[in-house]
């Protein structure tokens, strides 16, 4: 009932940039925290970065300063600005967000199908 399309992933140079898409669509009440996570190959998958309905944001240590959280609550959808991407940035990168289907439903986790980004030369 509720599905979330991540889109903007692709091949990028390192020291490029990409922008990821991320929108929420069905029977939506309400959505909380929304995210980014990614796995590499033979790696669990990691928080990259966070954001609140309110927009306070969390960054892992290895992206702050070079990514950027963003949403537009309104459309119900988040975004990640990567700049000066490094080969160890690369990966699939899936969407997270906390969503209420109804004014009584608890607080439910959703996950895209995830985007690769592969940073290489």
């Known amino acids: 009932q509720v599905q979330l399309v991540e889109s903007g992933g692709g091949l990028v140079q390192p020291g490029g940039s990409l922008r990821l898409s991320c929108a929420a669509s069905?029977?939506?009440?309400?959505?909380?925290?929304m995210g980014w996570y990614r796995q590499a190959p033979g790696k669990q998958r990691e928080l990259v970065a966070a954001?609140?309905?309110?927009?306070?944001?969390n960054y892992a240590d290895s992206v702050k300063g070079r990514f950027t959280i963003s949403r537009d609550n309104a459309k119900n959808t988040v975004y990640l600005q990567m700049n000066i991407l490094k080969p160890e940035d690369t990966a699939v990168y899936y969407c997270?967000?906390?969503?209420?289907?109804?004014?009584?439903?608890?607080?439910?986790?959703?996950w895209g199908e995830g985007t690769l980004v592969t940073v290489s030369s």
């Open positions: 997270n967000a906390e969503v209420k289907v109804t004014r009584w439903d608890y607080v439910r986790d959703y």
């Open positions: 069905g029977s939506i009440f309400s959505v909380n925290d």
């Open positions: 954001i609140t309905s309110g927009g306070s944001t």
